[in-house]
Structure formats: structure tokens, C-alpha cells
């Protein structure tokens, strides 16, 4: 059984944080990097983040750089998003996908994908 879940999203203040986890079931999370997407109303998905598996190395975004922390934890299977300083355009369903070893720019590339979790940011 082949589960990829998404959590922790929610409605915040305008400066607010959350914490998304990404927690695989069914097959080992280690040898993939996770990419996290996001997707608003009306809008094309948008990747703001991914950690490779390789090497650990990580990329953001312009629009989240220096508000949003990406880090795994293999041990338990889980990705996590961690996200600070909320603004209302960071309101969308936030994705995480898998990928084998690398971090790539379109998501036609992500071999999973879970069914993604609300973040709204009030004004």
C-alpha cells in the first residue's frame, strides 16, 4: 500500500506559522527528494521548495526564501514544511511529490503525490 499524505495545514493570521509534514507509508522516503508545491485558486502549481536525497541540499523559491525550512526525517518516513512569517498570498493546497535523488523544476517529473493540504493566511 502506496500512501502519500499531506498535514498540518489550517487557517493563520498574517504573520503567523505552520508546520506541513509529508509522511510516505509503503515504500522507503530515503531515496527520493521531496519537492513541495503549491497550487492557488485559478492559478498554475507553483514549486517553492525541495530537498534532494543525495546530498541534502535544498531549494526555495523567491517567494518563500528566508520565511519557509524544508528537512526530512528518513527515520520516521516524514518531510516537513516548515513555514513563518504568513502572508495572504501564501494561501493555496500545498503538494509534497517524490522524485528519485534530484530536485526537478516541473512537476511532471514527481513519481508521487499526495492529495495536498489546505494553508489559508488572512489579511
Known amino acids: 500500500q502506496v500512501q502519500l499524505v499531506e498535514s498540518g495545514g489550517g487557517l493563520v493570521q498574517s504573520g503567523g506559522s505552520l508546520r506541513l509534514s509529508c509522511a510516505a507509508s509503503?515504500?522507503?522516503?530515503?531515496?527520493?527528494?521531496i519537492g513541495w508545491f503549491r497550487q492557488a485558486s485559478g492559478k498554475q502549481r507553483e514549486k517553492i521548495s525541495c530537498i534532494s536525497s543525495s546530498d541534502g541540499s535544498t531549494y526555495y523559491a523567491d517567494s518563500v526564501k528566508g520565511r519557509f525550512s524544508i528537512s526530512r526525517d528518513n527515520a520516521k518516513n516524514t518531510g516537513y514544511l516548515q513555514m513563518n512569517s504568513l502572508k495572504p498570498e501564501d494561501t493555496a493546497v500545498y503538494y509534497c511529490a517524490l522524485e528519485l535523488v534530484s530536485c526537478s523544476d516541473s512537476y511532471f517529473a514527481y513519481d508521487y503525490w499526495g492529495q495536498g493540504t489546505q494553508v489559508t493566511v488572512s489579511s
Open positions: 509503503g515504500f522507503p522516503l530515503d531515496r527520493y527528494a
